[in-house]
């Protein structure tokens, strides 16, 4: 059975950081796809960023354009956990996140081309 698990969500003041985990099991996505999405009150889920397989031990990261610089995404095989840090945090990013994971090579910004998702971990930041 597949699960992916997010955790590290929570309320924090505008300017701060936080770091979510996303612990998958029952599947390594090693050669796949994984992604954040998010999905504020009275919106559509949003794509955040994901990690892809470029092949070997190499993966390449991309983010929406509205979040770069300030998010960055990467994943530990060992553990096989992928991570979301957010930095300089805005009450604009309060939502809930979700991870997402396929093992195939897909359209990152997709919500439907993933096959599995997390539960969600909330994140609200107060101004």
């Known amino acids: 059975q597949v699960q992916l698990v997010e955790s590290g969500g929570g309320l924090v003041q505008a300017g701060g950081s936080l770091r979510l985990s996303c612990a998958a099991s029952g599947r390594t996505f090693s050669r796949g796809t994984m992604g954040w999405f998010r999905q504020a009150p009275g919106k559509e889920r949003e794509f955040v960023g994901a990690v892809r397989w470029r092949g070997g031990n190499t993966y390449y990261a991309d983010y929406a354009d509205s979040l770069k610089g300030r998010f960055t995404i990467w994943r530990d095989n060992a553990k096989n956990t992928m991570y979301l840090q957010m930095n300089s945090l805005r009450p604009e990013d309060t939502a809930v996140y979700y991870c997402?994971?396929?093992?195939?090579?897909?359209?990152?910004?997709?919500?439907?081309?993933?096959?599995?998702w997390g539960q969600g971990t909330q994140v609200t930041v107060s101004s």
């Open positions: 997402a994971a396929s093992e195939d090579l897909v359209e990152i910004v997709h919500a439907s081309r993933y096959d599995y």
